[in-house]
């Protein structure tokens, strides 16, 4: 009878102490996933955004309102969720699925004119939303409201210039 308990201990144990570590795996994979969303939401919006008739003098002007819908477009589609609100340079997306909270992505955009006197767009893009916990433990703490809250962050900067 004895060793039943201890092997019911252990267990009960074991759970405690790999929840969490099961967990953090969850938190470093969204961490990836939304950095990788964000990185190809990037690409996508650089190449399609860009004003064609300055291209000839080798001028890296975006056309912000093009950029952010390019942007919203394929964030979205990597990501499973959906444009809820446009309030100027912050976009708010929901999730589809139900598997991330809200996301807020905030853009800057900064233009400048480079030594050669050619136009340099800089784009600044951070995609944030509080992190939606997996494990049964930890929603239960997050119900609770003690769960020390934890943001999933991908701030990413990108400079975007023409070469000859």
């Given amino acids: 009878m004895r060793n039943i308990a201890v ?3 252990v267990v009960i144990m074991a759970s405690i102490v790999i929840e969490p570590l099961v967990e953090l795996a969850n938190v470093f994979r969204e961490k990836v996933t939304v950095g990788s969303a964000v990185s190809g939401a990037l690409r996508a919006a650089r190449d399609r955004s860009l004003e064609d008739e ?25 990501l499973h969720v959906s444009e809820s609100n446009d309030a100027g340079d912050e976009v708010t997306f929901t999730s589809d699925d139900g598997k991330f909270n809200p996301f807020t992505v905030s853009f800057v955009f900064d233009e400048y ?6 136009i340099v767009t800089e784009v600044i893009v951070k995609a944030e939303s ?15 409201g003690n769960s020390g809250e934890y943001k999933l962050v991908s701030e990413q900067k990108y400079l975007l210039s023409v070469r000859n």
């Fill in 54 to 78: 300055l291209l000839r003098e080798l001028d890296a002007r975006v056309d912000e309102e093009r950029f952010k819908e390019y942007f919203a477009d394929s964030f979205g589609d990597a």
């Fill in 130 to 144: 509080q992190y939606k916990f997996k494990t049964k433990y930890l929603k239960l703490a997050e119900s609770a």
């Fill in 7 to 9: 092997a019911i201990l």
């Fill in 113 to 118: 004119t480079d030594l050669k006197g050619r």
